[in-house]
């Protein structure tokens, strides 16, 4: 019903930046909050950015200041801007989506399949 897909990933140097893309389609009445979690071999999930439908934003401690999120609604897509990053940066990356798919069913989530970033010297 909902599909999510990431795109972006890939190897950098330290210091370096990169942008992730998370576009969403499918049967969408509204988004409500569209957001980045990642995880590292052997590690939980962690929260990296979240934004809500009113661009109201949150990040994960080790990345404020750094990762910039943001999104685009009339194409369903969130942005993750990230700068200066760091080895410990290096995880899958997933994109996650809290959508009403009618305005008679409440939300759920949906996630992708996540995207490798590796920062590496």
């Known amino acids: 019903q909902v599909q999510v897909v990431e795109s972006g990933g890939g190897l950098v140097q330290p210091g370096e930046s990169l942008r992730l893309s998370c576009a969403a389609s499918?049967?969408?009445?509204?988004?409500?909050?569209m957001g980045w979690y990642r995880q590292a071999p052997g590690k939980q999930r962690d929260l990296v950015a979240t934004i809500t439908i009113d661009d109201s934003t949150n990040y994960g401690d080790s990345v404020k200041g750094r990762f910039t999120i943001s999104r685009d609604n009339a194409k369903n897509t969130v942005y993750l801007q990230m700068n200066s990053l760091k080895l410990e940066d290096t995880a899958v990356y997933y994109c996650?989506?809290?959508?009403?798919?009618?305005?008679?069913?409440?939300?759920?989530?949906?996630w992708g399949s996540g995207t490798q970033v590796t920062v590496s010297s």
């Open positions: 499918g049967t969408i009445f509204r988004i409500y909050v």
């Open positions: 996650n989506v809290v959508t009403q798919l009618t305005p008679l069913r409440s939300p759920n989530d949906y």
